[in-house]
Structures are given as structure tokens and as C-alpha cells.
Nanobody, 114 residues
Framework: VQLQASGGGLVQAGESLRLSCAASASIHTIPVVAWYRQAPGKQRDLVASIRHGRGIDYADSVKGRFTISRDNAKNTLVLQMNNLRPEDTAVYYC?????????WGQGTQVTVSS
């Protein structure tokens, strides 16, 4: 599965961004799709995921502000990010898992200024 992320940018605190991740496979057939992020000097952390049989999960830090969704017609994973904070600044990666196979997009930079 090839993943192509887009939509990052520089915004001010309180503003919104919408990240998209185009998949080369039918996204609704992929058992796990997710967004991760990695801030400078920190580990890569899970932001939100959609898992077959489990539904949607969010990191506590983004609950109520971020929404993950799939556009099955476009084979695209979307992360709508509202009320952004400076601590949301990171490189955001889309991720897919099929069995023991893991796939990553190239990352898109999100920078939130205070």
C-alpha cells in the first residue's frame, strides 16, 4: 500500500487544518489506518486510528478537537484538526497496517504558532 499525505502548513493557534492521505488500495479494506505525529526530539505517537471491529480511537490530547475519517470513494484518510495548539506542532504521518505489514506515508509538517 502506498500512502501520500498532504495538507500540512503553518497556522496560528486556534485555527484549523485538514490533512489528507491518499492510499493506493481500497482504504475501507485495510484493517488499520491511522495518523501518527512526531515532534522534534520526541518519539512518534499515535494521534487517531480506525480499526476494523474496534472503531475509532483518539489520543487524549486531541479528543474533541481532531476527527479522523475515511473517504472510501476517494481512497483517502482524512484528519480534520480544529482549535490547533502550539503543542500540536509535529510531522504528521499516515499509517496503514494489513496483518504484519506496516505502511507509512512520507509525512507532512504542521506548525502552530502562538
Amino acid at each position: 500500500v502506498q500512502l501520500q499525505a498532504s495538507g500540512g502548513g503553518l497556522v496560528q493557534a486556534g485555527e484549523s487544518l485538514r490533512l489528507s492521505c491518499a492510499a493506493s488500495a481500497s482504504i475501507h479494506t485495510i484493517p488499520v489506518v491511522a495518523w501518527y505525529r512526531q515532534a522534534p526530539g520526541k518519539q512518534r505517537d499515535l494521534v487517531a486510528s480506525i480499526r476494523h471491529g474496534r472503531g475509532i480511537d483518539y489520543a487524549d490530547s486531541v479528543k474533541g478537537r481532531f476527527t479522523i475519517s475515511r473517504d472510501n470513494a476517494k481512497n483517502t484518510l482524512v484528519l480534520q484538526m480544529n482549535n490547533l495548539r502550539p503543542e500540536d506542532t509535529a510531522v504528521y504521518y499516515c499509517h496503514a497496517q494489513r496483518g504484519n505489514l506496516y505502511f507509512w506515508g512520507q509525512g507532512t509538517q504542521v506548525t502552530v504558532s502562538s
